[in-house]
């Protein structure tokens, strides 16, 4: 299974952008899904996550302006990314905890994608 995901580029302060991440490969079930950024020199840090019900929660840095969700029918979830800034310039990570067979997830990381805000 990987994590394939697309929609990172270049904005302008103020501008919007969508990421969407979706798993390519055979699985048997997705559960929880997340977005992650991270800066060189620091921690990867949790952005959002929605799990397989629909609980959401953000980062305090980006509620109000981001929005996750999935769907599940497509295995796909998404970040919309609204009123960027130039702190939410990273590469942003999906995540996703994957069962392969019926069981205990596995925890599968997107290869990244890169998002500057920059006028």
């Known amino acids: 299974v990987q994590l394939v995901e697309s929609g990172g580029g270049l904005v302008q302060p103020g501008g919007s952008l969508k990421l969407s991440c979706a798993p390519s490969g055979t699985f048997f079930g997705i559960y929880d899904m997340r977005w992650y950024r991270q800066t060189p020199g620091k921690q990867r840090e949790l952005v959002a996550g929605i799990s397989r019900d629909f609980a959401i929660n953000y980062a305090d840095s980006v509620k109000g302006r981001f929005i996750i969700s999935r769907d599940n029918a497509n295995n796909t979830v998404f970040l919309q990314m609204y009123d960027l800034k130039p702190d939410d310039t990273a590469f942003y990570y999906c995540?996703?905890?994957?069962?392969?067979?019926?069981?205990?997830?596995?925890?599968?990381w997107g290869q990244g994608t890169q998002v500057t805000v920059s006028s």
């Open positions: 995540y996703a905890a994957v069962s392969l067979r019926p069981g205990d997830p596995l925890e599968f």
